[in-house]
């Protein structure tokens, strides 16, 4: 009987056969997860995860070398904080910002044209930082909604629209329309309990299923939003972000923003 995948150790004369690594690793994704993957497929992650990780590290040792080009930090690299999100028609606030050019690919093309057609200080990133570790059991009183809040010193509707993207591609778009309140001379916007997407329900829940912290990462290198914010009367680009998850331990949600140069 051949043993694919198993390694022949010999031991004081006698011959035995041992599981190889891609073949442990595969038997413990399918006891975790439930998924069964071959030893290929195992190995072929196993060379993307190296790759990324080659890449990573070029990346910084260019960082420290030339400091002074900000095109080619990383995200977490980024120092330059600015107080708020803001383009010369509307600004975002309850937000921290900054920069970034490295992440066209994981949105769909639309980030791209949006992006020549400008304005260019449109376009920002939001790293975000959550702890999944919260009980879920209570569905029938949880509420999974996310609040909002813009000025503008000028007055018109606002279109929002929210489009959940994997490995690059839309999956599910969610469009809301909003009237501003006059407040002392300024115009705002609250978006207030706008609740998510069932798709990005049952996402979260799929993924508070995967025991490792590094798992669930690997997962969310692919998972992104694009949010994209027009003048619902002439449709004017008026703000364009882009949101990239990572899971923690901490036991607060965190974010950091960074402006979208060329």
Same mark, same amino acid.
Request: charged share 25%; glycine share 4%.
């Given at each position: 009987m051949?043993?694919?995948?198993?390694?022949?150790?010999?031991?004081?004369?006698?011959?035995?056969?041992?599981?190889?690594?891609?073949?442990?690793?595969?038997?413990y994704i399918k006891l975790r997860c439930g998924k069964t993957r071959t030893r290929k497929?195992?190995?072929?992650?196993?060379?993307?995860?190296?790759?990324?990780k080659m890449r990573d590290e070029q990346a910084k040792k260019k960082?420290?070398?030339?400091?002074?080009?900000?095109?080619?930090?990383?995200?977490?690299?980024?120092?330059t904080v600015v107080d708020g999100i803001a383009s010369s028609k509307l600004r975002l606030t309850g937000f921290q910002t900054l920069k970034l050019d490295t992440v066209i690919e994981k949105y769909p093309k639309l980030l791209t044209e949006l992006f020549d057609r400008g304005p260019p200080d449109a376009f920002f990133l939001a790293k975000c930082w959550a702890n999944v570790s919260f009980d879920s059991s209570d569905t029938e009183n949880s509420l999974?909604?996310?609040?909002?809040?813009y000025t503008?010193?000028?007055?018109?509707d606002i279109s929002v629209s929210t489009k959940v993207c994997s490995f690059g591609n839309e999956v599910v778009e969610k469009v809301e329309v909003y009237s501003p309140d006059e407040e002392n001379g300024h115009y705002c916007f609250r978006l207030e309990r706008s609740p998510i997407c069932e798709y990005m329900v049952k996402f979260i829940s799929e993924l508070k299923k995967l025991e490792s912290r590094d798992y669930m990462n690997n997962v969310l290198e692919n998972f992104t939003v694009l949010q994209v914010v027009t003048n619902q009367s002439t449709g004017e680009?008026?703000?364009?972000?882009? /949101?990239? /998850?990572e899971v923690n331990d901490l036991p607060e949600a965190n974010c950091s923003i960074f402006r979208l140069v060329a």
């Open positions: 051949t043993h694919r995948g198993w390694k022949r150790i010999k031991i004081q004369r006698n011959t035995w056969l041992f599981p190889g690594r891609n073949e442990l690793i595969a038997r497929q195992v190995s072929s992650h196993i060379q993307v995860l190296a790759r990324k960082v420290r070398k030339s400091p002074e080009n900000s095109a080619q930090r990383s995200i977490e690299q980024v120092k999974y909604a996310v609040d909002s809040y503008s010193q000028h007055k018109f680009t008026l703000m364009v972000i882009g /949101f990239v /998850f």
